[in-house]
């Protein structure tokens, strides 16, 4: 241990415990009112933020694809008419992507991280702040533009030449290139917070071959973030450059020696790694949730952290398997093939040590395990799809077919929403408290699970029969009517069991049983501390003795002392053995990322008009950056708040034992 | 109810640390790395569009003069080149001082950084001009003025952080904070000194070295 951080035996009193909670409270709870709301830079806040608006387009999505399906129930059918329905599907698989999944899954992330590795906050929180509202802005952008019935009509991945300026005039593309980049950036946001949360605060004695599963399937999502993000920005900026008036460059123009291929080539280098993107975190939640239910620590730790990583690699050499009907050369296609099947052995390693974990415990089937169920048979299905369509003559026949949407929702579904909900109803007690009732939840699950099916499966066969993608309508000879409907039933019954999953939410919020702070008897740290976790998280920062901190400790673990309970300062370890180095303040809440993502905002909004928006939105940018970083680690305003408080914070429930604080 | 615990007392570790070991450093790596990628996607884009060419540049032949090989003005990129590494020593030095905690040094070398930041930016400008074309006369164009617009941009980065440093500083004094505060930064001009590197190599020999097909 290094010197500086002494280890002692320390009689601790409740009285103590009292005084240590109230400091630490009025240190980092927000402020009352509006203000305090908008400037908050707590992860927690922010993440549950950005879990109900990503829920919310979540929604807005699933309404457009109902409205879609509505449309394919029968041929020749008149509800929406073409130019709607390109917007529809754009605008859907463009949600999808960019506004649920990836925020989804890196909020949960921002959520849990700092939980789990024993620390109070993410390292830079009003970068974390600034990501959130960024993010919103580019949210809001993308359904501006639909409500204005401009809503983007090319496709979720937006290929040249349709979306260049010769075929698609006007400002629709437009919207959804600058809703890239406000999003990116937020994904980018989100990614180094993690990593450096991850790296440098950990608690101490949680070594690197003790971080919990999901932590690093966290860090791994996002160093995968940090290196395919920037191609799509690229990509978008790209094409906005090419279609702006006044600026018209040609990188997609193959008249002046641009190519729509490189769009292509960009494009799906970030497109690819974005599908690890979204499951990595997805496995995180699978190999949180088995040994939990299981109950036995997991089975292949050391497998899994290398599959993680393993498949992070190779994620980035499969891009061009989306371009097999493109004219690439012969060994090209066998190189890509190659690959597209050897990341199948990663995924693979990691679906036997889940088995394993469960053919070696007593698996005790809640809500949260059956949703894993759904998740294993159903990706499975979607893998094995995969598997055909790496092969390039396969998927040259199918290529745009609706068994390419068939494989792609069993993969993205049963790879990411199934391990989602499971994860809703595993953590909701930490959020809220309270518990989710298990009887909605598991007919939420088996309606969920039926309709899943019902809509997508009969797509496999619709694709084969040649039924391309993106048409709004068909004509009844081509036989497809049957499938179809019965694909819209199954999309209704999806409907169903998302509005049982919300009503199950709001009756469990205020009426659930009582959680606890461990009600599922889990193994990782944010269970250690109350439910809803204090502002501070931790009364005492934790240290950790094993690999499931909880479960491995035969004796209670020593904890942090000498941290300022009047300061926001937290303790940095190292990055290999996390053993105590520094301390480290954290900087206020304060209102300036919320100005900064404003001015961001409005420049890639103006930006799709004008060009001058760019250098005139960079001076506003700078003006909200100033007083970001000159203010210091608190406001004169927050000092004057807190020294008129009165000293009457909540009293620590009774719950919170210093027995249990470990 | 009082309770013997097994404690582990942090007081008296350093309430900062001025390397590697601090999270600003860490993230700002990760920015780095960010912007790295970026930039080697602009790179392999320019090298994409070579192959879309028979010559490269692209023979201005519907100018008065023709100029059948329009390749940036070396003279000017070359000054620029020297200033920029200028700027990112210049860095240095203050980094060294920042560690002594000298802080007229730090403000010192930190001004000279901010002067050949400015007058890197001036010559980017100069630049522009010399490569002979506009942006938006062919792919070519368009890929060698969005490298040097990209990096610009960092240029214009580093020089705002440094002038707010230097403002602060200048006020404030130099405590440990600020003196990691100008270690990191200091990293972050080593970056746009080295990523110039190959990036002008590219721009200003690519249509030497990749002339012919």
Known sequence: MKAGAVAREAVISAEEDQRVHRELDLTWRRRPGLLGWLETTNHKDIAIRYIITAFIFFLLAGILAALMRIQLAFPENHFIGPDLYNQFFTVHGTTMMFLFAVPMMEAIGLYFVPLMVGTRNVSFPRLNAFGYYVYLAGGILLYAGLFLNIGPDTGWFSYVPLAGPQFSPGKRVDFWAQMITLTEIAALVGAVEIITTVFKQRAVGMSLNRIPLFVWAMVVQSFMVIFAMPAVMLASSYLAADRLAHVNTHFFNPAEGGDALLYQHIFWFFGHPEVYIIFIPATGFVSTIIPTFARRKIFGYTPLVLALITTAFIGFGLWVHHMFATPVPDLGQSFFTAASMIIAIPSG?????????????????????????????????????????????????????????????????????????????????????????????????????????????????????????????????????????LASIGAGVIGLSVLTFITNVLISRKRGALAGDNPWGASTLEWATLSPPPSYNFLYLPTVHGRDALWDQAVISPVITGLSTEKREVLNTTMLEAAPDHRYEMVGDSIYPLLLALAVGLTFTCGIFNAWAFPIGALFALLALIPWFWSGTETKKQQTDKADKPQSALDLPPSFAPSEIT | MSETRSTIDVSELAPSALDHRSPIWIGNALLLAIETTMFAILVATYMYFRGNFHDWPPPQVNYQPINLHPSPDLVWGFLNFIVILGAAFFMLLADRASLRFDKPSVLRWTGCTVAFGLLAIVLRFREFHGTQFRWDDNAYASIVWAILVMHLLHLLVGVCEDSLMLAYISKYGLDDKHARDVRVTAVYWYWIGLIWIPLFAIIYFGPYLLKMR
């Open chain 1, 349 to 485: 390693i990691q679906i036997f040590c889940w088995i394993a974990t469960l053919w070696g415990g007593k698996p005790w089937l809640k809500t949260p395990l059956l949703w894993v169920g759904g998740f294993v048979l159903i990706f499975v299905l979607g893998g094995l799809s995969g598997i055909m369509l790496a092969s390039v003559p396969i998927d040259l026949q199918v290529h745009d077919t609706y068994f390419v949407v068939a494989h792609f929702h069993y993969v993205l579904i049963g790879g990411a929403v199934f391990p989602l909900f499971g994860a809703f109803y595993y953590w909701f007690p930490k959020w809220t408290g309270r518990m989710l009732s298990e009887s909605l939840g598991q007919l939420n699950f088996w309606l969920f699970f039926i309709g899943f099916n019902l809509t997508f499966f009969p797509m496999h066969t619709l694709g084969l029969h040649g039924m391309t993608r993106r048409i709004y309508t068909y004509v009844p000879e081509t036989g497809w009517g049957q499938m179809n409907l």
